[in-house]
């Protein structure tokens, strides 16, 4: 079982993503928790999934979307530093990336399709590292960030996306 990251693996600002994800074994942990989100979110309708609990929020749509190319993102960081290669990596703007896309023309089953294809990419990624690879960092902005890090970063934003989606919109829809 592979210990959690400590402070000095990561950018502070992950730290709020990191405390998220529950003690155990984080590929485990990845199988799990995305299985749970997937069940929540299945039973949503075209309808609802345009639903957005305030006029300046995303729609869920857009929640599941942003959830799927933060974690393409963090997914190619995570590669990157498990094969040793130290280059800074670059930061992304999600709001410009939510509004460019487009999609809320997307079906929902299609963006929910997306997001289990991604994780199981994620899976398959970590599934074929080595002890020693998971050690390994690359510098995210400007902190070395070590792909256990970022399994842990990948898991804690789905865990807080999942809450917000919990409280904030489920409620609301029928």
Request: hydrophobic residues 35%.
């Amino acid at each position: 079982m592979l210990a959690r990251p400590v402070s000095s693996e990561y950018n502070p600002y992950f730290d709020r993503y990191i405390r998220l994800v529950p003690e155990g074994d984080i590929l485990e942990s990845l199988v799990h928790q995305h299985r749970g989100t997937v069940e929540l979110l299945a039973g949503i309708s075209e309808k609802a999934s345009l639903y957005r609990y305030d006029s300046d929020k995303w729609t869920i749509k857009e929640v599941v979307s942003h959830m799927s190319d933060t974690e393409r993102v963090m997914a190619y960081r995570l590669l990157c530093a498990s094969r040793g290669d130290t280059s800074a990596l670059p930061g992304f703007d999600q709001d410009i990336w939510v509004r460019e896309a487009g999609i809320n023309q997307i079906p929902f089953d299609q963006i929910l399709s997306d997001f289990r294809i991604v994780r199981d990419a994620t899976l398959s990624l970590t599934g074929t590292l080595s002890e020693d690879a998971w050690s390994r960092r690359s510098t995210v902005g400007e902190y070395p960030t070590s792909a256990l890090a970022l399994a842990y970063i990948i898991a804690g934003h789905e865990l807080h996306h999942r809450t917000i989606l919990q409280e904030r919109y489920l409620p609301h829809i029928s």
